[in-house]
């Protein structure tokens, strides 16, 4: 009878330590995008040489999307400009603002009939987690990690670190590469210099 | 020897007040805008109609309440609207013909700015610092980021009167307390 009173108790106290110990609320877990960044630090702002210039055919590829699909550049051919966006690394500093001002920018980029294609050659659950923190974007993010940087490779974007360059490549509607420019690594591209070239395109 | 190490010393307390983040009570330079305000911007500045570059002691205030934000920072996009709001509410008062608001696009070029002006179509001063050189003399801070700042008498700089980093959670809270530190009337 004691051994059973004794049961009773401790399962009472089993069952109700959850309500007593503090539970982490989902603001409590909830960490800031900030919080979350890696800072490398000043880089050497270019470390590779571009394979590729104003008025060549881009090389065509196909990159997993963090959506699950496969992209293909060739795809856009003769239905939109492309602005292929090279950013070194998810969770860093530079790179985890770029983007979420692509996406508050997405009106001016539709007007001149440009789809971004995002590049990192991060793998695709860091990538996925990375968008995410960023609250989805309205262009795909495309995961350029295997073969490792063979697409950052092939445009002369790859540094030697093994993160791609900062970098803008736009491609016309034709599939012929109009501008392309890595720059420095530890500075976000100019919005304004990204339209004037777009609006070459018109 | 010890010549190098007084040329150290000055240096390490040349930067320090560059590198760490303002907190109440550190003076700030008075650092050229080398950039053009918009015409309703220069006149509610109380600046020249026309003017090229200023520095913030021009202004005519007896305080100012400056935003560093940044286009590319969702934080700082997540708060625009209610930015506007704490704006609108400030100039609706007299004191915001002394208390004037401003804000500090860090590392945005003046296209940028632009963009985020029109984006959540904001009515304050907004004002590029594309070389970051205003970020930086500000303590780097993370955007957005908020300070109330008093002109030091004699053209010596702003004194920091209030200082918050990151979105706050009551706009108009933070608008009671800018209006209670400046002192203004």
Known sequence: MRKLRAFAIMAVLLLAAPLALPVP?????????????YDPGQLKPVDSTLKVRPGQMAPDFALPSTTGATVRLSDYRGKKNVVLSFVPAAFTPVCSDQWPGYKMARELFEEREAMILGISVDNMPSLHAWAVEMHGLWFPVLSDFYPHGAVAR??????TSGTSERAIVIIDKKGVIRFAKAFDINRRPDLGVIMGELDKLQ | MKRLAAALLALLLFCAPALAKPKVGDILPDLEIKTAPLAPEAAYLGLAPGIKSFRLSQIKAEALLVEIFSMYCPRCQASAKSVNGMFNN???????????MLGIGAGNSAYEVSVFRKQYDIPLPLLPDGDYTLHKAFGT???PAYMVLKPVPGGKGFQVLLFQEGIIADYQAFLDQALRVSGVQ
């Open chain 1, 25 to 37: 609320t989902p603001s409590a877990l909830a960490i800031d995008l900030k919080d979350m960044i």
């Open chain 1, 154 to 159: 092939k445009y002369g974007l790859l540094r």
């Open chain 2, 90 to 100: 400030l100039t609706a008062l007299p004191q915001g013909q002394k208390l004037k």
């Open chain 2, 141 to 143: 801070v993370l955007t």
